[in-house]
């Protein structure tokens, strides 16, 4: 079965850090581009940050630019996304997603994984 599956989510005070994990199965996050993505309560779904293996590239938003890395671990067959010095407003639930094309536009994302929960307090 084609899917992402998150982990590494947690509970942390603000100025920790936590990496997250991105699992796939059925296809190899390399030939495509991966996406984080968060959703804090009544809020609408953000992206965070991309990985483009095909092209090296990546991107990240403005507010987590510096403290957030996203990687892709070959051998794993997974996407990680760094976090650290996290914030309150980092609170979320976070969710990786399989991009068919460049990964610039969230509705090219054909696979969701299910979430992981990050909580930072303050």
């Known amino acids: 079965e084609v899917q992402l599956v998150e982990s590494g989510g947690g509970f942390v005070q603000a100025g920790g850090s936590l990496r997250l994990s991105c699992a796939a199965s059925?296809?190899?996050?390399?030939?495509?581009?991966i996406g984080w993505f968060r959703q804090a309560p009544g809020k609408e779904r953000k992206g965070v940050s991309c990985?483009?293996?095909?092209?090296?590239?990546?991107y990240y938003i403005s507010s987590v630019k510096g403290r957030f890395t996203i990687s892709s671990d070959s051998a794993k067959n997974t996407v990680y996304l760094q976090m650290n010095r996290l914030k309150p407003e980092d609170t979320a639930v976070y969710y990786c997603?399989?991009?068919?094309?460049?990964?610039?536009?969230?509705?090219?994302?054909?696979?969701w994984g299910q979430g992981t929960q990050v909580t930072v307090s303050s």
């Open positions: 059925g296809f190899i996050v390399d030939d495509y581009a």
């Open positions: 997603a399989r991009s068919y094309g460049s990964g610039w536009y969230v509705g090219e994302y054909d696979v």
């Open positions: 990985i483009n293996r095909k092209n090296n590239s990546t």
